[in-house]
């Protein structure tokens, strides 16, 4: 305390005006965020895990039900993840939270449901192929609209409640937060898929289908009411919220007087000019294509300094040794327990986890560009394992306007969905277990053209990607 008065003491009035200023920072209603966010990430991480292992249980001795699976879920994810950032950008921040709490949590009762009967009914396959095409598309179109709320949520939260919350504080506000939040996604990413895991090893699948119905309908209560708390209880987040109202009318009052003058300019023209009402259908048809493809989304991300990076990042999603759906289907084909599948999946995340809290301090060392040169090529080392093994064995947006950042996120998103979606497709085309090694060469490439795209950026931003003199000096001086 004596300390803290003496500090004050030294201190000007404005700067302790600031200090007082980053102090006032709510922390029940940052944990009230982080709970929240918790109970919205272990659902999605519950689904996530088992949805290969329900798959290949449905259809054994093939990877095509997991593959097809991921390619309807990342599809969906890469063409309209765009569009979910404009989206968000147009509605309130009570609307896309209301929107993505429910929509999420329904769609992982109805996916939960279908699996439960398409478990419960082994044989519907031989005796009623339409009401099991009903349930396979049901699970993997519910699966899928989950995901892209997740999405939305991962975008409201991480990429701008976060943002907003922080500003006016000192820059290590940011990147605690971000810390925090990354870390409850990896802890989620850790004992979602062990819990999960023990369920379906030491009770059955059934009941891991219908405890993610069950969470999902409890959970929604609680994450509504921690959430909206949150938002009510920080001033920044409803000043952010006016401001977007503002601008979202500005916008809705400029698209209408553009409305109005264009049928009254067509109504005006009207007296047997065909050929101007030819060119404004085709105008809106190229308008419609030119929305429905999010190109000004897709131009606003292009014209970002984050693109290299950005593409280096989506890279790393073309990959099958993540432990998504087809990898843990694989696994289940090699006769490995759910649980081990689990608790290996938890120790990879263990591995991330320890990095949000590594991440501060390199970056607080070795700046931001380096450390992700260090952690990408680190990664690319560590994946030559996987390929000795397959010859033994014969397996950014902290520098985006504030006014890009809905759209840049969802772009970024799509784009890494575009690449997990590639990795799918070659797991319909090689839907063979045995053939799994095939994909983890393919993983390999990926990650290996991601981390010279990388490279690429850092020696354009930095003239040089290693201090030759310094690592010269330090030789020299072990050899003397």
Same mark, same amino acid.
């Given at each position: 305390?004596?300390?803290?008065?003496?500090?004050?003491?030294?201190?000007?009035?404005?700067?302790?005006?600031?200090?007082?200023?980053?102090?006032?920072?709510?922390?029940?209603?940052?944990?009230?965020?982080?709970?929240?966010?918790?109970?919205?990430?272990?659902?999605?991480?519950?689904?996530?895990?088992?949805?290969?292992?329900?798959?290949?249980?449905?259809?054994?001795? !093939?990877?095509?039900?997991?593959?097809?699976?991921?390619?309807?879920?990342?599809?969906?994810?890469?063409?309209?993840?765009?569009?979910?950032?404009?989206?968000?950008?147009?509605?309130?921040?009570?609307?896309?939270?209301?929107?993505?709490?429910?929509?999420?949590?329904?769609?992982?009762?109805?996916?939960?449901?279908?699996?439960?009967?398409?478990?419960?009914? !082994?044989?519907?396959?031989?005796?009623?192929?339409?009401?099991?095409?009903?349930?396979?598309?049901?699970?993997?179109?519910?699966?899928?609209?989950?995901?892209?709320?997740?999405?939305?949520?991962?975008?409201?939260?991480?990429?701008?409640?976060?943002?907003?919350?922080?500003?006016?504080?000192?820059?290590?506000?940011?990147?605690?937060?971000?810390?925090?939040?990354?870390?409850?996604?990896?802890?989620?990413?850790?004992?979602?898929?062990?819990?999960?895991?023990?369920?379906?090893?030491?009770?059955?699948?059934?009941?891991?289908?219908?405890?993610?119905?069950?969470?999902?309908?409890?959970?929604?209560?609680?994450?509504?009411?921690?959430?909206?708390?949150?938002?009510?209880?920080?001033?920044?987040?409803?000043?952010?919220?006016?401001?977007?109202?503002?601008?979202?009318?500005? !916008?809705?009052?400029?698209?209408?007087?553009?409305?109005?003058?264009?049928?009254?300019?067509?109504?005006?023209?009207?007296?047997?000019?065909?050929?101007?009402?030819?060119?404004?259908?085709?105008?809106?048809?190229?308008?419609?294509?030119?929305?429905?493809?999010?190109?000004?989304?897709?131009?606003?991300? /292009?014209?970002?300094?984050?693109?290299?990076?950005?593409?280096? /990042?989506?890279?790393?999603?073309?990959?099958?040794?993540?432990?998504?759906? #087809?990898?843990?289907?694989?696994?289940?084909?090699?006769?490995?327990?759910?649980?081990?599948?689990?608790?290996?999946?938890?120790?990879?995340?263990?591995?991330?986890?320890?990095?949000?809290?590594?991440?501060?301090?390199?970056?607080?060392?070795?700046?931001?560009?380096?450390?992700?040169?260090?952690?990408?090529?680190?990664?690319?080392?560590? #994946?030559?394992?996987?390929?000795? !093994?397959?010859?033994?064995?014969?397996?950014?947006?902290?520098?985006?306007?504030?006014?890009?950042?809905?759209?840049?996120?969802?772009?970024?998103?799509?784009?890494?969905?575009?690449?997990?979606?590639?990795?799918?497709?070659?797991?319909?085309?090689?839907?063979?277990?045995?053939?799994?090694?095939?994909?983890?060469?393919?993983?390999?490439?990926?990650?290996?053209?991601?981390?010279?795209?990388?490279?690429?950026?850092?020696?354009?931003?930095?003239?040089?990607?290693?201090?030759?003199?310094?690592?010269?000096?330090?030789?020299?001086?072990?050899?003397?």
């Amino acid at each position: 305390m004596e300390e803290d008065m003496s500090i004050r003491e030294h201190l000007l009035p404005d700067e302790e005006g600031l200090l007082s200023q980053h102090s006032v920072l709510p922390q029940s209603l940052l944990m009230y965020l982080y709970v929240g966010h918790f109970l919205a990430r272990w659902g999605a991480r519950m689904w996530e895990f088992s949805v290969g292992l329900y798959m290949i249980n449905i259809w054994p001795n !093939s990877l095509l039900l997991a593959a097809v699976y991921g390619v309807v879920e990342t599809a969906s994810t890469a063409f309209l993840g765009p569009s979910i950032g404009q989206w968000l950008g147009r509605l309130t921040y009570v609307k896309v939270l209301k929107l993505w709490l429910w929509t999420q949590n329904l769609s992982f009762v109805v996916a939960g449901v279908a699996v439960i009967g398409l478990l419960v009914y !082994s044989n519907l396959k031989d005796t009623n192929l339409a009401a099991f095409i009903t349930l396979v598309i049901s699970t993997n179109v519910s699966g899928a609209i989950g995901v892209l709320s997740t999405l939305a949520g991962t975008i409201l939260i991480e990429r701008e409640w976060v943002v907003v919350i922080s500003e006016g504080h000192p820059p290590g506000v940011l990147t605690k937060m971000n810390s925090v939040i990354r870390r409850i996604d990896l802890i989620c990413k850790l004992f979602a898929p062990v819990v999960t895991g023990f369920i379906i090893s030491f009770i059955s699948l059934k009941a891991s289908a219908m405890t993610l119905a069950i969470w999902s309908i409890i959970s929604v209560w609680l994450e509504y009411w921690l959430l909206t708390s949150v938002y009510n209880g920080i001033p920044a987040l409803s000043e952010s919220n006016k401001k977007k109202t503002s601008k979202i009318s500005q !916008s809705d009052s400029g698209e209408s007087a553009s409305s109005y003058q264009e049928i009254k300019s067509s109504h005006s023209f009207d007296g047997g000019n065909s050929v101007l009402a030819d060119g404004s259908w085709k105008r809106k048809m190229i308008e419609w294509i030119w929305n429905a493809l999010s190109i000004s989304a897709w131009t606003v991300y /292009l014209q970002q300094d984050v693109v290299l990076p950005g593409a280096a /990042l989506a890279l790393l999603y073309f990959t099958v040794l993540s432990f998504g759906s #087809l990898m843990t289907a694989a696994l289940e084909w090699e006769g490995i327990p759910a649980y081990i599948i689990g608790i290996a999946r938890g120790i990879s995340a263990t591995i991330g986890i320890a990095a949000t809290f590594s991440y501060p301090i390199l970056q607080s060392h070795i700046s931001t560009l380096r450390t992700g040169l260090w952690s990408i090529w680190s990664q690319w080392t560590f #994946l030559l394992i996987c390929v000795a !093994s397959i010859c033994v064995k014969e397996k950014p947006l902290d520098h985006v306007p504030e006014s890009d950042r809905c759209v840049v996120g969802g772009v970024q998103n799509s784009l890494q969905s575009y690449l997990d979606l590639m990795a799918y497709v070659m797991g319909i085309i090689i839907s063979n277990p045995q053939d799994f090694w095939k994909l983890t060469l393919l993983s390999f490439s990926g990650v290996t053209l991601a981390a010279l795209l990388y490279s690429s950026h850092i020696y354009r931003v930095r003239k040089h990607l290693f201090h030759f003199e310094k690592l010269l000096v330090r030789f020299e001086w072990l050899l003397g």
